[in-house]
């Protein structure tokens, strides 16, 4: 693969939901995704063979990491969350955000549309 360039808007908003909207730029080995939240969007429990870095570049989004009844922790503008592979999390907007997601290796019911747990 030989380098290219990228411009968030020339690539097409795929709406998931009525409260999630992404982007996704994918290579071979990475994936990165903008993932547009409207305040109370939920991305249900979920887990994936995936590493996760999560940045919010604005907004603010509740994590439950391990399960819906762990503590949840607030990310908000400017923070980092990173997510091992195998980690069980949700997320719910308190806010509308932009959230800015990198994967490794891609994530491949992204890349194929069967990822039905954000299509509800």
């Not at 939920?42 to 919010?56: A, C, D, G, S």
């Not at 932009?98 to 747990?117: G, H």
Request: a negative charge.
């Amino acid at each position: 693969m030989s380098a290219k360039v990228f411009k968030w808007d020339d690539i097409p908003m795929e709406n998931l939901n009525d409260f999630i909207g992404r982007k996704i730029i994918s290579g071979e080995k990475a994936m990165m995704a903008q993932i547009f939240l409207k305040k109370g969007g939920i991305v249900p429990l979920h887990q994936h063979e995936n590493e996760q870095i999560t940045f919010i570049p604005q907004g603010k989004l509740k994590f439950w990491i391990g399960s819906e009844d762990a503590e949840p922790i607030i990310l908000g503008a400017g923070e980092v969350l990173l997510l091992p592979g195998g980690t069980f999390h949700k997320a719910e907007a308190l806010e509308d955000t932009l959230d800015i997601d990198v994967f490794a290796p891609p994530r491949e019911d992204w890349l194929k549309k069967t990822d039905d747990y954000l299509r509800k």
